[in-house]
């Protein structure tokens, strides 16, 4: 049995992943972003009987002095799963907006596993997860700064992976795409914080209709925890794991029309 520190398991994929983790026998320390949210865990622990297997601690990747409490645990995986967003066209919205995704989903996940990495070295195993999106493989209407932040944090797995190989720690990614756990329909409502018909030149309608397409058509997040028990503690997986799994070709093939899209051609997929 593994001990697992999952971040983000306050909500959504993270907390169906700490409590199925833990129904599999393995502790779990389930980091939450805000007490309210560990009250709601506790709570669920508590009627499942798994307190012998969870510990819920508040956890905010941002705060120091959560991460610093975070740090006094010895664990075998670090589950990097917190993460935000904002919607609309990168073209018109505050570039702060942007920078805060990027500090959510990019710099603090790295940062707070920079100690934890330097413990798996010396020690000589432990494994990081990154979970991603497939937004980090393609690209959605109004999505650029949630696609940016995990276009990023792709990359930075990548180096992570190849970097540390040789000191046996292992790094891999989880590729959602879009699950119904409500983070999608909060996502795509932030653009109306800032949005102003009389000076933007994206119309509303268009915002609308993308957030539509997308929020109509959310999958059982069941699916994608099942996946998460499944993979998070395996000796030898994919490095990459997308789910469901016919999104693995979209993916690919969108990737590969972005070297014959001409400069003044929209994607297909768009």
Sequence with gaps: MKKI???????????????????????????????????????????????????????????????????SFDIDILVNNAGMGHSGPVGEMPVD???????????????????????????????????????????????????????????IAQNLRDELHDFGVEVATINPGPFETGFNDRMYDTYEQWYDLAETFTKKETIEKASKKLLDNQLDPQIMIDEMVKVIPQKVHLFRTIVPEVMSKNCQQYQEEQYTLKCNEKSSSK
């Design 97 to 155: 907006l942007i920078r805060e995704v990027m500090e959510t989903n990019v710099f603090s996940p790295l940062e707070f596993s920079q100690p934890i990495i330097k413990k798996m070295v010396k020690r000589g195993k432990g494994k990081i997860i990154f979970v991603s999106s497939i937004a980090g493989l393609t690209t959605s209407p109004y999505l650029g700064a949630y696609n940016a932040s995990k276009h990023a944090l792709e990359s």
């Design 5 to 71: 520190l999952i971040t983000g398991a306050g909500s959504g994929l993270g907390k169906g992943t700490a409590i199925g983790l833990a129904k599999e026998g393995h502790h779990v320390i389930a980091g939450v972003h805000v007490w309210e949210q560990r009250s709601e865990l506790l709570k669920i622990i508590k009627e499942e009987k798994l307190e012998k297997n969870i510990q819920v601690i508040k956890l905010d990747i941002l705060n120091e002095v959560d991460c610093q409490h975070a740090y």
